[in-house]
């Protein structure tokens, strides 16, 4: 039996839906109650859709709307499978948890927490009946154990619809543990307690991370298996997350943390008005300082041990994480500046982690100083002899193509797995795509093989899979479908070969390669790749930066997928478009 998943996926569609009506629930949260047909399975454009599904009590949409309000502008295309993300300059999306799902009477009820900031609460407060909302979502719905004891709830007043909905629904039936903080006792609500259950309420400032740990610390710490669900403003769950895992010992599948806001702290006039001038960034373009220091700090064990002993000295830190003083002296100051640390003037009674480095405790945000992403950069310090001689920074840097440096690396392997793991979401017009029709055999490659197994179960597509020499371990797909062969290159051949994100770490040279080696094994191949920067990032204008680092090309679009696969022996049947700038490519041999 293959091992419970923590998601399942839904198709992803954007919908219109009106307003009905607005309630005040308390003072501090406004229900927002909305309809529509697309609530229901529609057609728009020649395409069916299916009926809006959000299952699970934390489900997500994504509301659009736009600065210039001009919203039909925001909108992004959709697919028959999928959403593409186009630019839109002005667009605005914002993330909110259904609290009720009515689909006889094709309602949605949306709670807004009102607090007076934020395009969606603005949203909300004008919204009368009859206006328009646009929306997509949920991507996913989150999968509880089947069997537990006993559930701890934990969050601030944004994560009221969740708990609210799971108490009202019982996904699971075990007593349910809630602790909320709200910014006033006017911000309760009742709650659909059952005998067993336990509500603990604490007044606090929003994102008030002291609080907040110390609310979950005291809860009683249950006998039996558990899970704990926790939602809230994302740096103040930082500590609650390291006492979890640290000392409470929650396993990965037993605890579920997400971030539902983000403080943005602006400094105070005196502190900006006296930092050093030696340290500020210059205007125009940042300085690599801080990224580098935070970098030193992590890797050696800096950030840890200030948080898990606070108000340790220079001296003692020193100590700690075998570092010589003066080298500690020579940190200190910087990370004090970029509030890594606070604490580091002489006088000071110890040292503790500011809101820089609490940020740092996160392992998400740890990658992009320590992980394969923090080293693609470190490789553009070669990028103009690369531009100037051809070739990719990363061989210029390391002597080797990053494809011979991952295939001799299963932690750096590991970190191309984890990167993959949102292609699931996307992988539904592949899934649906015809040719799963006669496909008995599937071999698989690719960092992307764990999310193209779990889209093919998600669809009930069960052909049997077989894992490429070179493909993401066997232990890793188990627990997505049924334990699949591992092969070497000379076993029998497959009806197709699914190569998911298998080029993006490789040159020109070793793509055509692996191509050539495919065509020994099937006359169907799909290759499933990035063409072009996802919409909604922040970062898209460096996409193709990154793809230049690894490969030495850039994100390689159509053309260059065909140009590729012609080399090798192939022919490009057609695209499947994917959304969020990917496409799955079906060759055929020629």
């Known amino acids: 039996m293959a091992a419970q998943r923590a998601y399942t996926t839904h198709p992803l569609v954007l919908r219109r839906v009106t307003v009905r009506s607005v309630h005040q629930v308390t003072p501090r949260m406004r229900r927002v109650v909305l309809g529509g047909e697309e609530l229901a399975a529609f057609t728009r454009d020649g395409t069916g859709h299916p ?30 499978h999928g959403i593409e993300w186009t630019p839109a300059e002005h667009r605005l999306t914002r993330d909110y948890t259904p609290r009720r799902v009515d689909p006889e009477a094709g309602e949605l009820h949306l709670d807004f927490v009102v607090h007076g900031d934020g395009p969606a609460e603005a949203w909300s407060a004008a919204a009368r009946e009859g206006d328009e909302l646009w ?26 619809p969740a708990i609210g909905r799971f108490l009202d629904e019982r996904p699971l039936d075990a007593p349910a543990h809630v602790l909320v903080t709200v910014s006033d006792e006017s911000a309760r609500q009742e709650l659909a307690l059952r005998e067993g259950d336990t509500v603990t309420w604490v007044v606090a400032e929003p994102g008030d991370a002291e609080a907040l740990e110390a609310a979950v610390r005291a809860l009683p710490v249950e006998a039996g298996e558990g899970y704990v669900w926790a939602a809230a403003e ?9 006492y979890l895992q640290r000392e409470r010992k929650l396993p990965k599948d037993r605890l579920n943390v997400t971030g539902y806001w983000h403080r943005e702290e602006a400094p105070a006039p005196e502190a900006e008005a006296t930092a050093d001038a030696a340290v500020r ?49 020579v940190l200190l100051p910087l990370l004090s500046s970029y509030g890594v640390v606070v604490g580091a003037d002489d006088g000071a009674p110890g040292l503790r982690l500011g809101p820089a480095g609490e940020e740092l405790l996160d392992e998400h945000e740890r ?108 232990a890793v797909l188990r627990g997505h479908v049924p ?87 192939w022919e490009v049947e057609r695209t499947i478009a994917l959304g969020w700038g990917t496409e799955a490519t079906v060759l055929r041999r020629a």
Do not use: M, N
């Open 51 to 80: 009926a809006f599904a959000a299952p699970g009590f934390d489900d997500h949409i994504k509301l659009i709307l736009a600065a210039d309000g001009d919203v039909h502008a925001a909108l992004p295309a959709q697919l028959p």
């Open 135 to 160: 929306f997509v979502g949920p991507k996913s719905s989150l999968r509880l154990p089947e069997r537990l004891d006993w559930i701890q709830l934990v969050g601030d007043e944004t994560a009221l």
């Open 234 to 242: 994302s740096r103040a769950l930082l500590p609650v997350r390291r």
């Open 281 to 329: 960034e210059p205007a125009g373009i940042p300085s690599p300082l801080p990224w580098l220091v935070a970098r030193a700090a992590l890797q050696l064990g800096v950030v840890d041990a200030v948080a898990d002993a606070p108000g340790l000295s220079a001296v003692a830190l020193a100590a700690r994480v075998g570092v010589p003083v003066a080298g500690i002296g």
């Open 367 to 474: 990658e992009e100083y320590t992980g394969h992403e923090a080293e693609l950069l470190l490789a553009l310090t070669h990028l103009a002899p690369a531009l100037r001689g051809g070739g990719s920074p990363w061989r210029l840097a390391s002597g080797g193509t990053l494809h011979e440096a991952v295939a001799q690396d299963a932690e750096r392997y590991g970190e191309l797995v984890e990167e993959c793991e949102q292609l699931v979401f996307l992988l539904g017009g592949l899934t649906a795509d015809p040719l799963w029709e006669s496909i008995g055999t599937c071999l698989l490659t690719g960092p992307g093989s764990a999310s193209v197994a779990a889209a093919l179960d998600d669809a009930r597509r069960r052909p049997r899979l077989r894992v490429a020499e070179d493909a993401v371990p066997v």
């Open 483 to 569: 334990a699949p062969d591992r092969i070497d290159w000379t076993a029998g051949p497959a009806d197709v070969a699914v190569a998911a994100k298998a080029l993006a770490h490789r040159t020109d040279e070793e793509a055509v390669l692996l191509l050539a080696r495919l065509a020994g094994w099937t006359r169907t191949a799909v290759l499933v790749e990035a063409s072009r920067p996802d919409g909604l990032s922040p970062h898209a204008a460096e996409a193709a930066l990154h793809a230049y680092a690894a490969t030495g090309s850039p994100l390689r679009d159509s053309a260059a997928i065909a140009a590729l696969a012609h080399r090798s022996g």
